[in-house]
């Protein structure tokens, strides 16, 4: 009677590969991989509400770098001026990630995603009628910018 192959004598022969059978692992490898690929930007703790931003990153999402920039660049909201800074350090990454990269090529880069979610809230008090108090909160946002160098299918 033959006997079986540990897992390491088969990788020591070749017959098995030494991460074959280790789910989690190969799908961390994935998505490292795409994430090395990617270039993106993120915007930590912004004073102002994530409704409010959410407005002017809706202009932005799934427009070309340079379009979204002139847009930032015009519009009156307190938002635009954070995400337009936020926009270049994004693509200042995609510069880096990508050496071959000029100035000409501007508007074949996209916003693909841009996410703003709710960050902590500061709460605060303020005085009202018959010694009572309302709560105001003043709320801050994250947002996360990710470029590529195509549009995403809208669905």
């Known amino acids: 009677m033959e006997r079986k192959l540990t897992r390491k004598e088969k990788v020591a022969q070749g017959i098995k590969k030494s991460y074959e059978g280790n789910r989690k ?4 490898r994935i998505i490292k991989e795409e ?29 070309p770098v340079d379009k979204a920039l002139n847009l930032l660049a015009v519009t009156p909201r307190a938002a635009a001026r954070p995400l ?4 270049l350090s994004a693509l200042n990454n995609w510069e880096q990630k990508n050496p071959d990269f000029t100035e000409a090529l501007l508007n074949t ?35 996360t910018i990710i470029l590529d160098a195509e549009a995403k299918e809208l669905k």
Request: without cysteine.
């Open 109 to 143: 880069v996209y916003v693909r995603t841009i996410t703003v979610d709710s960050a902590a809230m500061m709460k605060r008090v303020r005085p009202a009628p018959q010694g009572r108090a309302y709560r105001v909160r003043k709320r801050s946002n994250h947002v």
């Open 25 to 28: 692992a190969n799908k961390a």
């Open 84 to 87: 337009r800074k936020l926009l």
């Open 35 to 63: 994430k090395s690929k990617m270039a993106f930007a993120v915007l930590r703790r912004q004073p102002s509400s994530p409704r409010k931003m959410r407005l002017v990153a809706d202009m932005i999402r799934n427009q």
